[in-house]
């Protein structure tokens, strides 16, 4: 199975921060990477795909990029809404795998 | 508007059996693949199971493999998660979810469903 490990699992930031998080796979996965983020009772909503696509819908200020075994997640200005926890996924073999999550709080 | 609803959760004796239903609308079902997702309390996201649009190949996690069973009915527009020999680390809300066409990541997801497993 491919083990997804994500950094830091806590992180705090203050709206307007530069946020990057990291997701590493034990082997490699290609770009066949996407990134959730999940508010606190809610379902997890897709953010970016294929490493780097972002889904329709999700604001600019998010970004992806990586391929093989390193991932990161980027906000540009973290906003009041965007405090979550984000799980990266890898689809490039079954079993699919999520990482633990980082949990962005409030500073 | 795509729409998944998932039903059937509930307290659960260990060792015994329940099945989760999602029901999808607002997109045509059996051309997606759909998947089940669960997360334990206070834990991340855990694949659970897919399935193709035709419902003739399955996929499972280690971790429910001979004890869950992943199938649909494209007539009714509805996923069903068939789960047995429940056990206490089974505990978790359930989410049904949409496979983009081609790919394995998940683009609509239920609201999820509480299966807690206890005597």
């Known amino acids: 199975d491919i083990q997804m490990t994500q950094s830091p699992s806590t992180l705090s930031a203050s709206v307007g921060d530069r946020v990057t998080i990291t997701c590493r796979a034990s082997q490699s996965i290609s770009s066949w990477l996407a990134w959730y983020q999940q508010k606190a009772g809610k379902a997890p909503k897709v953010l970016i795909y294929k490493a780097s696509s972002l889904e329709s819908g999700v604001p600019s200020r998010f970004s992806g990029s990586g391929s093989g075994t390193e991932f990161t997640l980027t906000i540009s200005s973290l906003q009041p809404d965007d405090f979550a926890t984000y799980y990266c996924?890898?689809?490039?073999?079954?079993?699919?795998?999520f990482g633990g999550g980082t949990k962005v709080e409030i500073k | 508007e795509v729409q998944l609803l998932e039903s059937g959760g509930g307290l659960v004796q260990p060792g015994g059996s329940l099945r989760l239903s999602c029901a999808a609308s607002?997109?045509?079902?059996?051309?997606?693949?759909m998947i089940w997702v669960r997360q334990a309390p206070g834990k991340g996201l855990e694949w659970v199971s897919a399935?193709?649009?035709?419902?003739?190949?399955?996929y499972y996690a280690d971790s429910v493999k001979g004890r869950f069973t992943i199938s649909r009915d494209n007539s009714k527009n509805t996923l069903y998660l068939q789960m047995s020999s429940l056990r206490a680390d089974d505990t978790a809300v359930y989410y049904c979810a949409r496979m983009v066409v081609g790919t394995n990541y998940f683009d609509c997801w239920g609201q999820g469903t509480l299966v807690p497993v206890s005597s």
């Open positions: 996924q890898q689809y490039n073999t079954y079993p699919l795998t």
């Open positions: 399935v193709t649009g035709d419902g003739g190949s399955t």
């Open positions: 607002g997109f045509t079902f059996n051309s997606y693949a």
